[in-house]
């Protein structure tokens, strides 16, 4: 059984930074991709952020949060993380934690069977 628990999101005002968190059970966590999606109100969710299993040497990102936002993961303690800076009122979304099935990651939905409940992040202007 595959549990993902997001934490972190918030109300902050544009120009401020925020760190979510996911944590993740089940076993050998360090092996599979993980990636941060979101879904503003009337949108559909999409991809933000990608990193690869093991050593996480495969991140890829949404070419607008490039060089406003990070992701990384702790495998020690099952955690991926999304820092986010620079906050602009267009980042506001459910922000969502997804766990793949392989080392490479996917910027897809489909190659995530594995998701989190949500985070909201609300960036007031």
């Known amino acids: 059984q595959v549990q993902l628990v997001e934490s972190g999101g918030g109300l902050v005002q544009a120009g401020d930074s925020l760190r979510l968190s996911c944590a993740a059970s089940?076993?050998?966590?360090?092996?599979?991709?993980m990636g941060w999606f979101r879904q503003a109100p009337g949108k559909e969710r999409e991809f933000v952020a990608a990193?690869?299993?093991?050593?996480?040497?495969?991140?890829y990102y949404l070419d607008s949060v490039k060089g406003r936002f990070t992701i990384s993961r702790d495998n020690a303690k099952n955690t991926v993380y999304l820092q986010m800076n620079s906050l602009r009122p267009e980042d506001t979304a459910v922000y969502y934690c997804?766990?793949?099935?392989?080392?490479?990651?996917?910027?897809?939905?489909?190659?995530?069977?594995?998701w989190g409940q949500g985070t909201q992040v609300t960036v007031s202007s």
């Open positions: 997804a766990r793949g099935t392989e080392v490479v990651p996917s910027r897809a939905l489909g190659g995530y069977p594995y």
């Open positions: 089940g076993r050998i966590f360090s092996r599979y991709a």
């Open positions: 990193i690869s299993g093991s050593g996480g040497g495969s991140i």
